[in-house]
């Protein structure tokens, strides 16, 4: 089941049920318009790396999507904002600070150009990719190097005019399954087979070494911007995905 919020006005308690996962889309330019005035919500290592960006347009993106994180955690949390803190797992994944594991809330974020898309959920691991559709990338170059072989046959069958979106399906699903599975560069590309074809339902289809893997997560092709393409992956079976957007994209 999936529920489309458009008019944004985010509360300040939210309640996630067990056996549900949400999924909020935000545009970062709009919710950088107002994001400015509250920077002093960040914490320090977060100034740091939003001083990293070499372009305003950049920089502003990243200090709204992580304020609205912050935001949107507190509301999960009720908790204050700036009593929200965060971890770092050796691959980079991030979690609540381990002060929040009552709550047992993990969360996975992801962003492409200004488009980007927050996955919470108690109790299991998820993970979330979102990457914008270009046109100009030479994706079956890209596909023959880090598909596997039976996504690269079945990448083959595409018909030309949807190759480019066959390829940004195939690759946001086996982003969200290695952000989910938080391996980071050590889970090879290779050796798990995902769907890739426009219009037919996401699927984790293959897994090795071990093949019942697969039966341990379940795949969400999610609904996103015109030009993106994106997908949820979350540990277990039945889970209900809710979504949810700030406002009209």
Aim: glycine share 6%; net charge negative.
């Amino acid at each position: 089941m999936s529920l489309v919020e458009t008019d944004f006005q985010l509360p300040q308690c939210l309640d996630l049920a067990e056996h549900e996962v949400h999924v909020w889309q935000a545009d970062l330019d709009a919710l950088s318009s107002r994001a400015e005035p509250r920077q002093l919500l960040l914490s320090k290592d977060e100034h740091q790396r939003a001083d990293r960006f070499k372009f305003d347009r950049d920089r502003k993106r990243y200090i709204a999507g992580r304020q609205f994180l912050r935001t949107l955690l507190s509301a999960y949390l009720q908790i204050d904002l700036k009593a929200v803190s965060f971890d770092y797992s050796p691959n980079g994944k991030p979690s609540l600070g381990s002060e929040h594991n009552a709550g047992g809330i993990r969360f996975n974020v992801s962003h492409s150009d200004k488009i980007a898309v927050f996955a919470f959920v108690r109790g299991r691991e998820v993970g979330v990719d979102i990457e914008q559709i270009h046109q100009d990338i030479s994706v079956k170059e890209i596909a023959g190097r880090f598909f596997s072989q039976a996504e690269q046959a079945a990448f083959a069958d595409v018909p030309e005019e949807l190759k480019q979106e066959a390829f940004f399906l195939c690759w946001t699903r086996k982003e969200a399954f290695v952000k989910a599975k938080g391996n980071g560069l050590s889970l090879p590309l290779d050796q798990f087979d995902v769907s890739l074809l426009p219009r037919q339902p996401a699927q984790l289809l293959g897994t090795r070494p071990d093949p019942e893997e697969r039966h341990r997560w379940s795949m969400y092709g999610l609904e996103v911007s015109p030009n993106y393409a994106a997908a949820l992956v979350v540990e277990g079976q039945g889970i209900r995905v809710v979504e949810k957007r700030t406002s009209p994209m």
